[in-house]
T-cell receptor, first 116, second 114 residues
Framework: DTEVTQTPKHLVMGMTNKKSLKCEQHMGHRAMYWYKQKAKKPPELMFVYSYEKLSINESVPSRFSPECPNSSLLNLHLHALQPEDSALYLC???????????????FGSGTRLTVV | DQQVKQNSPSLSVQEGRISILNCDYTNSMFDYFLWYKKYPAEGPTFLISISSIKDKNEDGRFTVFLNKSAKHLSLHIVPSQPGDSAVYFCAVTQEGGGADGLTFGKGTHLIIQP
């Protein structure tokens, strides 16, 4: 299995809703990431989990709450979002330490989030 | 300040010709360089990569060249095909820093014309 699976593919939520994005991989990768991508912009890093521990939080507002229940799963809990949070949310995974023979990220296809 | 620059927002190439996409970076500490292809509303798809110990890596129609002294890399696609039309992102990271996440350029929209 060489894929990162993200669910749901599309999500519309109100500003008072609570929802979660899910990401799963079975490649044995111990680093997992959340990226946010707005239209015509490159992906921007939000969070990094390394060995199931949060290692990087790129000053993301607390209305986004990541969770890594185990080495295969990554969640992003959403609460009280704003319309400007509408974007494509991408999950990715990789080995924690890059070596010459083993580097590269695998991205999921993303969740298209619309906040109304 | 941008650490990774793709100075051409778009590039139009005739089908069958060579497409050359360029990327410049500022930090000599970067060790791994990756190219991703992205269609609208989809996640980036990994294309090809190169580590700083090499200056060329080839995979089928795709070749990446790295010039460390110039802090420049390029992606060559030959021959270009209509399905290659997409946005191409250059991304970089550091050795042992896989878990630091990738830093992306702003992307180049490649348009292959029949």
């Amino acid at each position: 299995d060489t894929e990162v699976t993200q669910t749901p593919k599309h999500l519309v939520m109100g500003m008072t809703n609570k929802k979660s994005l899910k990401c799963e991989q079975h490649m044995g990768h111990r680093a997992m990431y959340w990226y946010k991508q707005k239209a015509k912009k490159p992906p921007e890093l939000m969070f990094v989990y390394s060995y199931e521990k949060l290692s990087i939080n790129e000053s993301v507002p607390s209305r986004f709450s990541p969770e890594c229940p185990n080495s295969s799963l990554l969640n992003l809990h959403l609460h009280a979002l704003q319309p400007e949070d509408s974007a494509l949310y991408l999950c990715a995974s990789s080995q924690v330490e890059f070596g010459v023979a083993n580097y590269g990220y695998t991205f999921g296809s993303g969740t298209r989030l619309t906040v109304v | 300040d941008q650490q990774v620059k793709q100075n051409s927002p778009s590039l139009s190439v005739q089908e069958g010709r060579i497409s050359i996409l360029n990327c410049d970076y500022t930090n000599s500490m970067f060790d791994y360089f990756l190219w991703y292809k992205k269609y609208p509303a989809e996640g980036p798809t990994f294309l090809i990569s190169i580590s700083s110990i090499k200056d060329k890596n080839e995979d089928g129609r795709f070749t990446v060249f790295l010039n460390k002294s110039a802090k420049h890399l390029s992606l060559h696609i030959v021959p270009s095909q209509p399905g290659d039309s997409a946005v191409y992102f250059c991304a970089v990271t550091q050795e042992g820093g896989g878990a630091d996440g990738l830093t992306f350029g702003k992307g180049t929209h490649l348009i292959i014309q029949p």
